[in-house]
């Protein structure tokens, strides 16, 4: 019988929830496990990093990598999972794209630490302890990993065969990777595995959408009950759905909530939030300076809005840092 091709599955900076999207798959699971030989997957199995060191170069077909990339600890598991692996998948939009890890980039790791082991109100730490890369304790030496100062997306550490988007993943895009790997049948490498179309053109709300928009206030899910079969941005709702790629099935918005932009750009574009921000200002309704101030005040997080996923591969990728926030 013919050897199953091998799949490792790795987490680095994520919360979690692409592990969890592997998991939805249900009982189509039971197929995957007897069709591939899982030799990796910290989250449900035990192995050990010296089991995949002592692996041949190239022996692993398929690496499925998820979480950005924030510690030394990740770069390092990363590059050996690069070389042992003939295709590596960028699994979800923290490998993708940095994801909501990436926003860290609006801070350095002095003023993340500084939150984390100072300044939260809920925290206990008299000593001012923090996190040292090298610490001896009765005559033991200690390390951690390296905290670095900048989070980045997979393709900025290793060389990345295909990107599954997604926030997370949706379990139909997760099976279709998987039968086209099994198939041979993937597409030219680079390739994001969502059709390149724009969340608009195949949204339900699509037929409510304005040809001609205008904004005169900007709503918010929060103070705001949006309605739920008319498109968001007609109603002031900031939808990123004209300069996100579609295929997640319009989660969101089937439930009631604004496309965040989870899937990333589509092929042409650079810069996801440049690319929203430009059609967003197109269609607010003043056009005086103090008329578009107000309407901006209203995006209280403008960072987090525009670039909730994409940060670290804008063409922003972090606040200088010395520059004060
Ligand atoms: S802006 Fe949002 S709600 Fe409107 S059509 Fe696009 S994805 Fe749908
Ligand atoms: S609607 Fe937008 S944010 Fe929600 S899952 Fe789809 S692409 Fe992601």
């Known amino acids: 019988m013919a050897a199953k091709p091998k799949v490792a599955f790795y987490w680095c900076a994520s919360c979690g929830g692409c592990e969890e999207a592997v998991v939805d798959l249900n ?63 960028a699994f979800g939009s923290c490998a993708h794209l940095g994801g909501i890890p990436g926003l860290a980039n609006l801070n350095t790791r002095r003023e993340v630490f500084d939150t984390c082991y100072a300044d939260v109100p809920s925290l206990q730490n008299p000593a001012a302890t923090r996190p040292q890369g090298t610490s001896v304790q009765d005559h033991l030496t200690l390390t951690l990993p390296e905290f670095f100062d900048t989070v980045k997306a997979l393709d900025q550490v290793v060389g990345v065969d295909y990107y599954l988007p997604g926030c997370a993943p949706p379990a139909d895009l997760i099976w279709g990777a998987i039968q086209a790997i099994l198939a041979g049948t993937l597409p030219p490498k680079g390739a994001v595995l969502s059709p390149n179309k724009a969340a608009c053109d195949v949204c339900p709300r699509k037929d409510s959408k304005p040809e001609r928009l205008e904004i005169a206030e900007v709503k918010r899910v929060a103070t705001h009950i949006a309605d739920p079969d008319t498109c968001f941005l007609a109603q002031g709702f900031v939808c990123m759905g004209p300069a996100t790629r579609g295929g997640c099935g319009s989660r969101c918005v089937e439930g009631n909530m604004p496309c965040r932009g989870c899937f990333g750009p589509m092929d042409e574009v650079s810069d996801q939030g440049a690319k929203f921000l430009s059609a967003f200002a197109s269609v607010l309704a003043p056009k005086d300076e103090a008329g578009i101030d107000r309407l901006l005040d209203q995006v209280p997080d403008p960072t987090g809005t525009f670039y909730r996923f994409s940060l670290p591969t804008s063409l922003l990728r972090r606040r200088r840092i010395g520059v004060p926030v």
Do not use: C, Y
């Open 27 to 89: 009982e189509t699971i039971l197929t995957v496990v007897d069709a591939v030989d899982i030799v990796l997957w910290p989250v449900a199995m035990d192995f050990k990093k010296h089991d995949v060191e002592a692996m041949p170069d190239q022996s692993i077909a398929v690496a499925f990598i998820n979480g950005a990339v924030r510690m030394s600890e990740q770069e390092e598991w990363v590059h050996l999972l690069r070389r042992k692996a003939q295709t590596v998948v």
